[in-house]
């Protein structure tokens, strides 16, 4: 099937018109990441992360209006997956020191309601657990079931048939809980997930997944330098630095302009890169592939009429091929959820930008250099 045939556009004669909306874009996204800059998940930021999920829809603004009060700082409170999801996510790691109590006097308060007039002990408290002696291992077992049960983060220091003592985790997940147990008359819920990310490991992460992104790029460049010529290789890396960086720049510029397109940069984000990074080569790679055959059918031929031939040629199998990514990218871009979104929001658009640098970019780049060191290009 062929979308196009025998078309005849001389698209490298308008590259400087295509120079200009390049940078023009590089520059506007640039901008807006040093002044406005990212946000980040809290993969790379650190915090706490936590998904519940209710029995019934719920209205994501009166859960808002709840934990707003629960004493946890700036709480961000959004939907996950569909209606009955709920995603929060919180700078914190842990609990701060004026809730922490209050927590164990919830705790204490459920022991007293499971197992009335069991005597206990605390021996060991931390910042996000607290541990308890009971009067022996068989209480202590039936304890922690009934615990456990009732939705508390409970089990026995140890496995051992002297044991006598049972450890609860004291979270940030306990204190929403137990904030919002009861609140939505007729609606329960439970917690799915829970993920902690300390700040330094965040950290780490950022780095990483830099380099990765980096790597890909040397990898590329050394690859394509093998397969084609340097040049050819240079082109196509440059033109994946202009999509990578036109797109990131897209992070910085719509967050809190667009509804719906408040995204953080996570590992979600850097996988969909490393993603778009290899796409967009195979779009180049396929231009790249008929200029080299044209180059050899056609020696005389000027390379500027080559490059035009070549991209003529390929434009049916780009269209199609782009096409198909981008629908389907789009219907998870509208109806993936909040999960998937920033994952098909970077195909989306990256695949868009991708496919015009093949065309705008990577060719003319190769012309330039030929035109300008006076180098006919032969394989």
């Not at 018109?17 to 406005?36: A, D, E, H, K, Q």
């Not at 927590?103 to 007039?117: F, M, Q, S, T």
């Not at 202009?242 to 996570?266: C, F, K, Q, R, S």
């Not at 920033?342 to 195909?347: C, W």
């Amino acid at each position: 099937m062929q979308l196009l045939k025998n078309i005849k556009v001389d698209w490298l004669s308008k590259r400087k018109i295509f120079y200009i909306l390049s940078t023009s874009l590089f520059l506007i996204g640039m901008i807006n990441v040093i002044f406005r800059g990212f946000h980040f998940g809290i993969d790379f930021k650190g915090g706490t992360e936590i998904v519940l999920q209710y029995d019934k829809p719920i209205q994501i603004s009166k859960v808002r209006d709840i934990v707003e009060k629960v004493g946890l700082g700036n709480l961000e409170v959004k939907t996950f997956g569909g209606e009955t999801g709920v995603l929060l996510r919180t700078d914190l790691q842990n609990l701060p020191p004026t809730i922490f109590p209050k927590v164990v006097a919830n705790i204490n308060k459920e022991i007293d309601l499971l197992y009335p007039g069991l005597p206990k002990k605390i021996v060991d408290s931390t910042v996000s657990s607290v541990t308890y002696e009971l009067p022996n291992h068989d209480t202590t077992t039936t304890l922690v079931t009934k615990l456990f049960n009732a939705g508390y983060q409970a089990g026995k220091v140890s496995e051992s048939i002297d044991n006598k003592q049972m450890v609860v985790n004291v979270g940030i997940s306990e204190w929403i809980k137990e904030n919002l147990r009861g609140k939505l008359a007729g609606n329960n819920f439970k917690i799915v997930k829970e993920d902690h990310v300390g700040p330094k490991i965040g950290k780490e992460l950022k780095e990483d997944a830099m380099i990765a992104i980096f790597f890909s790029l040397v990898a590329i460049l050394v690859y394509l330098a093998f397969r084609f010529k340097f040049i050819f290789a240079l082109g196509a890396v440059l033109a994946l630095f202009h999509d990578v960086m036109i797109t990131l720049g897209l992070y910085a510029v719509l967050y809190g302009v667009i509804p719906g397109l408040n995204l953080e940069i996570d590992l979600t984000v850097v996988a969909a890169f490393l993603t778009l990074v290899g796409y967009s080569v195979n779009d180049t790679v396929i231009v790249f592939d008929r200029v080299r055959e044209n180059l050899k059918i056609h020696k005389t031929m000027p390379l500027i009429d080559v490059l035009n031939m070549s991209v003529n040629r390929t434009m049916s199998r780009t269209l199609l091929t782009g096409g198909t990514t981008l629908l389907t990218t789009f219907v998870l871009l509208i109806f993936g959820g909040e999960v998937l979104r920033p994952f098909a929001f970077t195909l989306f658009f990256g695949i868009i930008i991708g496919t015009y640098s093949s065309i705008f970019v990577a060719s003319p780049l190769v012309l330039e250099y030929a035109t300008k060191k006076k180098k006919k290009i032969k394989f």
